[in-house]
């Protein structure tokens, strides 16, 4: 009888359509309760900066069209590749800002704690997923220019996600965020040139 690892049964599990539709789920209704968590914010936006307020449900809807794109056998590529930067970018960012406000304020109730854990496993499930991804090097550079612009928009225009504890170090998370976002996309480049060297073999 053949054992099968850990890992594997892990994997099998993670890859099973039914898994897919569950993650494709969770994710649609986790994107639609960000972007409803960001009403106040986008109300009180000019119109021109939006798109660019509500980072995480935004992300998070980049990799629920790359699971659908899963699902019906093919591979959104830029979808994939603006999933795998965002999402590590944006779920590790919140889980930093809330531990931020914690050590400013010494309390952030059970909200900011299910903020820490939900957005914690955005960042993971962008990893999980890394053998799905088959986006190109052009790709990676068009997820990249959108990210850093985002950036732009955020610390130069102070459309950022508004803290209000932590708006007196924008200066600081701004470049803490840039540095973040440089550390995505280098991710992102190593997981394309790690398939391009395996295929090669």
């Known amino acids: 009888m053949v054992k099968i690892s850990l890992m594997t049964r892990m994997w099998l599990i ?5 898994f897919l539709w569950i993650l ?5 209704l986790g994107t639609v309760y960000g972007y409803d968590w960001y009403m106040w914010q986008l109300k009180i936006t ?6 660019f307020v509500p980072d995480s449900p935004t992300a998070s809807l980049f990799f629920t069209l790359a699971i659908l794109g899963w699902l019906i056998g093919r591979n959104f590529k830029l979808m994939e590749a603006l999933a795998l930067i965002t999402l590590v970018k944006y779920g590790l960012w919140a889980v930093v800002m809330n531990l931020l406000t914690l050590m400013e304020t010494g309390s952030i109730g059970w909200v900011g704690w299910m903020l820490i854990i939900s957005h914690f496993a955005m960042a993971v499930q962008a990893l999980l997923y890394i053998p799905f ?11 990249g220019v959108w990210t850093l ?19 007196k170090h924008m200066n600081e998370i ?16 190593f997981v394309w040139k790690s398939r391009m060297n395996s295929e090669r073999l």
């Open 14 to 18: 993670l890859s099973h359509k039914s």
């Open 24 to 28: 494709l789920f969770v994710n649609l």
């Open 46 to 51: 000019d119109p021109i900066f939006l798109i």
């Open 133 to 143: 991804y088959r986006f190109g090097f052009i790709h990676i550079v068009i997820a």
């Open 149 to 167: 612009h985002n950036d732009f928009i955020d610390y130069v225009f102070e459309q950022m996600p508004i803290y209000y504890d932590l708006m």
């Open 174 to 189: 701004g470049y803490f965020t840039f540095w973040l976002s440089i550390g995505c996309i280098t991710i992102a480049y």
